[in-house]
């Protein structure tokens, strides 16, 4: 069975400190990876997604993950927290029938 | 080209009433996705259509909701009979090409339904 965990349901960082939100993954073969962010009242907006090329994968607002098959993860990662960057953080994984949401992780920064 | 367009934003309803949440996927798209988000909880899948087509339905529950995609006009979810328990946030997304497994959706704003 396809699912996709995140960790952490919330992680609180200081602005200009690296951010590390965790995903892992279980599938019979390896999907398609995405992390979707989502501001208050707003709807899902990509940041990046994993297609079995590279497997680190560089996306929007300074955000990169890396996908590792051994570890059955994609970890989403930025170097340095902007404070337009607290949303909340959904991970998921495209079987080809369904897309699976982890359920999610809140981001605080912190001034 | 407008991204998918969700109406009402926010929808209130008393119990017993009947709910209906519409949906026009970005220009283009023919595939259109609908899924629920309950509070402090991620998404969860609810349905998939084509146009005039249910294609995968395996997240809807068995009662009181359907969901369709006519040859004109937005898809339409359509929940009867609403019950507190159906307050959540639904999103609508859509893919222009089918499952395939690289394919992003891309998601509406959502509707808020709150049943009173």
């Known amino acids: 069975a396809q699912s996709v965990t995140q960790l952490d349901s919330h992680v609180s960082v200081s602005e200009g400190t690296p951010v590390l939100l965790r995903c892992n993954y279980s599938s019979s073969y390896s999907p398609s990876l995405f992390w979707y962010v989502q501001h208050p009242n707003k709807g899902l907006q990509l940041l990046l997604k994993y297609t079995s090329a590279a497997t680190l994968v560089k996306g929007i607002n300074g955000f990169e993950a890396e996908f590792k098959k051994s570890e059955t993860s994609f970890h989403l990662t930025k170097p340095s927290a902007h404070m337009s960057d607290a949303a909340e953080y959904f991970c998921?994984?495209?079987?080809?029938?369904?897309?699976?949401f982890g359920t999610g992780t809140s981001l605080t920064v912190i001034p | 080209n407008a991204g998918v367009m969700q109406n009402p934003r926010h929808l209130v309803r008393r119990r017993g009433q009947e709910a209906r949440l519409r949906c026009s996927p970005m220009k283009g798209h023919s595939h259109v996705y609908w899924y629920r988000q309950l509070p402090e909880e991620g998404l969860k899948f609810m349905v998939y259509l084509q146009k005039e087509n249910i294609i995968d339905e395996s997240g809807m529950p068995k009662e009181r909701f359907s969901a369709e995609f006519p040859k004109e006009g937005p898809s339409i979810l359509r929940i009867q009979q609403v019950v507190r328990g159906d307050s959540a946030a639904y999103f609508c997304?859509?893919?222009?090409?089918?499952?395939?497994?690289?394919?992003?959706?891309?998601f509406g704003p959502g509707t808020r339904l709150t049943v009173l």
């Open positions: 998921a994984a495209n079987t080809g029938n369904q897309f699976y």
């Open positions: 997304a859509s893919s222009p090409v089918g499952t395939s497994v690289s394919n992003e959706q891309f």
